[in-house]
């Protein structure tokens, strides 16, 4: 081999190291400034993490502004939400003309019946043994053991996004209740 193809075949050899080398270099940082960019992206309509939007019977996407109109001041309007405990029925929660920043799963904790929404009596009253929660999902009289479960409701572009509830139960008072919550996976 003569001197000057040994000269390229070496040139050659440090030209693709130093590109390997770069490209290693731009990944790390890409890895290291991923979490930097995910904070400022917006979230997708879909709420991305386990996210979902509230959706009608029908399948389409709750628009808020069309069900405060529709709604009472104080209501509970049921939807397609995320399973958190066995079905997928959930309910936004209106206080105020206001959606409220928790949703509530709508399966019974007795036997999984889909309990509905008395306004008269403000509550939840299972139809299948009679079973009643308060307002806020908790629990208002057995044979149901536990309060209905929690999700999280946040409101965005006109839409209700529920996402999965992992905090402490904010209804358990009582020094003997469990705060954690039952339905987290
Ligand atoms: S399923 Fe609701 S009370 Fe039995």
Not at 73 to 78: F, L
Not at 158 to 169: A, G, K, L, R
């Amino acid at each position: 081999m003569s001197e000057s193809a040994a000269q390229e075949i070496s040139m050659g050899r440090r030209q693709l190291l130093s590109y390997v080398t770069g490209g290693a270099i731009a990944a790390t940082t890409l890895a290291a400034l991923y979490p930097v960019v995910q904070y400022f992206l917006p979230p997708s309509s879909s709420g991305g993490g386990g996210g979902a939007t509230a959706k009608d019977r029908a399948g389409k996407d709750i628009a808020v502004d069309k069900l405060l109109a529709d709604s009472a001041p104080i209501d509970r309007v049921i939807s397609l939400g995320i399973d958190v405990n066995g079905g997928d029925a959930t309910y936004i929660v209106i206080n105020d003309k206001q959606i409220a920043n928790y949703g509530i799963n709508a399966v019974c904790t007795h036997l999984g019946c889909v309990v509905p929404w008395d306004t008269g009596a403000q509550l939840f009253k299972c139809p299948c043994h009679g079973s009643q929660y308060n307002a806020d999902g908790s629990l208002h009289r057995g044979p149901a053991p536990m309060p209905l479960a929690l999700v999280k409701a946040a409101v965005q572009d006109n839409h209700v996004v529920f996402s999965p509830w992992t905090e402490q139960d904010f209804r358990c008072s009582d020094l003997w209740c469990n705060k954690d919550p039952y339905w987290k996976k």
